[in-house]
């Protein structure tokens, strides 16, 4: 048996042990997005109840830690700092970037902008902090002074972006299944990838930088070389539109998810599923754990109140030990 079918089995048979999900309820509403710091010693999710909560991972579960709020609208998108475990920023529908330090149990710093921010990302490097408003304009914030750097409109549906694990180039998917790529700092285009036949949605690199993927309203997953940026192959199990994408700490594993009832768990290797976690409802959000193969993720979920249906607000993690 070659390397790749050892390491691939192996995959499989781990999951079958590792297969216990846990749950916890802190939001009132939809959660949009879960991110792991640095460490993996805690999961922050925003939500549209205008809150972040941070949990604290123990050996085998996850506990409510902290409750932050300040926020006057839903919080889109959050971030960790790549570095430092104790920071981490938000995106808002209350046009403020705000970042916050769970030592201190509050917000750090507050940057207005000029619309309504959905998509932000932190530079590697720590001292940039990018994000991107309804309108397709893309602020970058100097982390140093927590003023705003420079303001770059694009003329094109900008969806999610980030930088390459070198901090040197900078990436925006579009709404025409495209990768916008520009050199970083100067923000001058370098080139435009086209990745798939309809709208772009996600993009995501990879911890080790061996790998960057971006998922599609194709309901396709491209899985690129980080360096040659070149396709390597296309993972077609899911049926919807591909709203969110996370590697693993050490890049085997590629999880997607969407409207489908299913989050794909991919072996990045061959495209191959090593497994699948059935759910309830649509999902948006998933991270897989910096150290470990523990998968966050949070779903659409309404809780049915008699004649009412509100949204549960749940947050979950997949990959304890049976």
């Known amino acids: 048996m070659n390397r790749i079918e050892q390491t691939y089995d192996d995959l499989k048979a781990y999951f079958r042990g590792h297969n216990k999900i846990r749950e916890q309820r802190i939001h009132s509403s939809k959660v949009h997005s879960v991110c792991w710091n640095a460490n993996g010693c805690h999961l922050a999710s925003g939500s549209f109840d205008k809150t972040v909560a941070v949990y604290a991972l123990e050996r085998d579960r996850f506990v409510k830690s902290q409750v932050f ?37 509050k917000c ?17 490097d720590g001292k940039t902090i990018a994000v991107g408003n309804k309108e397709d304009l893309i602020t970058f914030i100097d982390t140093r002074t927590n003023k705003i750097r420079v303001e770059e409109p694009f003329s094109f549906e900008v969806n999610e972006i980030s930088w390459n694990n070198t901090n040197d180039l900078f990436f925006l998917t579009n709404g025409m299944g495209c990768m916008h790529v520009l050199n970083y700092p100067n923000l001058e285009p370098q080139m435009v990838l086209k990745a798939h036949p309809a709208n772009c949605i996600c993009i995501e690199f990879g911890p080790t930088g061996k790998y960057f993927a971006t998922g599609s309203a194709d309901a396709q997953v491209s899985l690129w070389d980080a360096n040659e940026l070149a396709c390597l192959r296309m993972i077609s199990r899911l049926e919807w539109p591909v709203r969110t994408i996370s590697f693993s700490h050490d890049e085997r594993l590629l999880a997607s998810a969407s409207e489908d009832l299913i989050i794909d768990i991919a072996y990045t290797e061959t495209g191959e599923r090593v497994t699948d976690i059935h759910v309830d409802a649509s999902t948006f959000t998933v991270a897989w754990h910096p150290k470990q193969y523990l998968l966050a993720y949070a779903c659409d979920e309404k809780d049915n109140l008699g004649d009412r249906r509100r949204d549960a607000g749940n947050v979950k993690i997949y990959g304890f030990a049976e």
């Open 108 to 124: 750090v710093s507050v940057t207005s902008t000029k619309g309504e921010n959905i998509n932000i990302a932190w530079s590697p």
């Open 69 to 105: 709020r300040g926020h006057t609208g839903s919080v889109d998108q959050l971030c960790w700092h790549k570095s430092n475990s104790d920071q981490f920023a938000t995106a808002s529908g209350d046009k403020t970037v705000r970042i916050w330090d769970i030592r201190v149990a």
